[in-house]
């Protein structure tokens, strides 16, 4: 079993930065792919960043391309997600997930993901 618990949340004007984290607890991190997915009200949960178990490979939705990066310690079982010039339209709940092994071709997709954190709130303003 394994716990993921993001933080770093919270309300930003446009054009600013903001930094999720999410611990996650257990031994065996490494052996997990991490992603960062958010949903808006009234949309389908979607895509935003993953970062691979092994090679670390990072992926990322073409809307955060070249604003957002993925990261991860795995000494301190917390991957990140630096989110550079915000916008409007990036305002949702931020989910961290960890998928066992999962492979390239299945990082953007959520039923890959075995685990969930409860999600946290960023809000850009305009």
């Known amino acids: 079993q394994v716990q993921l618990v993001e933080s770093g949340g919270g309300l930003v004007q446009a054009g600013g930065s903001l930094r999720l984290s999410c611990t996650a607890s257990?031994?065996?991190?490494?052996?997990?792919?991490m992603g960062w997915f958010r949903q808006a009200p009234g949309k389908e949960r979607e895509f935003v960043a993953a970062?691979?178990?092994?090679?670390?490979?990072?992926y990322y939705a073409d809307s955060v391309k070249g604003r957002f990066t993925i990261s991860r310690d795995n000494a301190k079982n917390t991957v990140y997600l630096q989110m550079n010039s915000l916008k409007p339209e990036d305002t949702a709940v931020y989910y961290c997930?960890?998928?066992?092994?999962?492979?390239?071709?299945?990082?953007?997709?959520?039923?890959?993901?075995?685990?969930w954190g409860q999600g946290t709130q960023v809000t850009v303003s305009s």
């Open positions: 997930a960890a998928g066992y092994r999962t492979t390239a071709q299945f990082m953007g997709v959520p039923r890959a993901y075995n685990y």
């Open positions: 257990g031994r065996t991190f490494s052996s997990y792919a």
């Open positions: 970062i691979g178990w092994s090679s670390g490979s990072t």
